[in-house]
């Protein structure tokens, strides 16, 4: 059941992809940003309280750091699903598991030392899936490089840097006894407050249409419901087989926006994009079960 929870989550983030992407056609990245905190704001609220969870932290700067790096990510992503087809965009942001492996990789490295034990070549697994993953990085943004899009292609692998660094706020979040509910109400929070304040340095993209405003609210909706759906998915989890599992089948969600990109956008996926997109899930994969002999109780990754 919880192999059907992540492939459920998989698929709602890929609609809620869909959802961006077509708003973005009257809202600017602030303003979308703005408006998923807002909504998610709301929705959490309600579930705390239904489940009797305090808002109320000890953190606060723990949670301002998660909040400031999560939402960048989350206005990287949202401009390069504006400005890319929804499945490079997805893929670029699944990178921050390679992302995650280059941090320990480097890490590693810095405090080797001479007689230390365990030396730099016991990474080389780690290094090799790191390099894989950057490789399938070059081979999905070259048809994109064709049509004047590196720029959005950098953003968007940006957005899985911050994926990554805020994945790893969550995890010591989640080390400290900070509730799920709660952690994830503060980072609407903080994208309420920050995309406010992107709206009033970059303006209102256009006028307010009621009719494309309405997919702001599945926006909202659907990323919270992602984020309880992949928790409930790992919560379940019991063994570290049932772990890997779980983990490895959220790069479904690559499979489901490649299908909307096809059949709802007619964007062309070249061969060369999607032997990319294989080796980008390859490689996050692996860096996923990798990471698991060192840390193998860590939480889910965010939207």
Known sequence: MQALWMVLAAFVFASMGVCVKIASADFNSAELVFYRG?????????LARAQGVSLKTRYPGMHAWRSTIGVASLGAWFYAIAHLPLATAMTLNYMSSVWIAAFLVGGALLAWRPGSGATP????????????????????????LDQNEMFAGLIGLLSGLGAAFAYMQVMALSRIGEPEARTVFYFAVGSAVAGGVGMLVVGLQSDWDWMAAAWLLPIGLLAALGQLFMTRAYSGAKTEGAMLTVASLQYSGIVF????????????????GWAGMALITASGIAATVLRSRAAPNAPAEEH
């Open 38 to 46: 807002l909504i998610g704001m709301a929705f959490l609220a309600t």
């Open 257 to 272: 926006a490649a299908i909307y990109s096809l059949v709802l956008f007619g964007d062309r996926i070249t061969a060369m």
């Open 121 to 144: 070549l016991q990474q080389g697994p780690l290094v090799l899936t790191v390099m894989a993953g950057f490789v399938g990085v070059i081979m999905v943004l070259r048809p994109s």
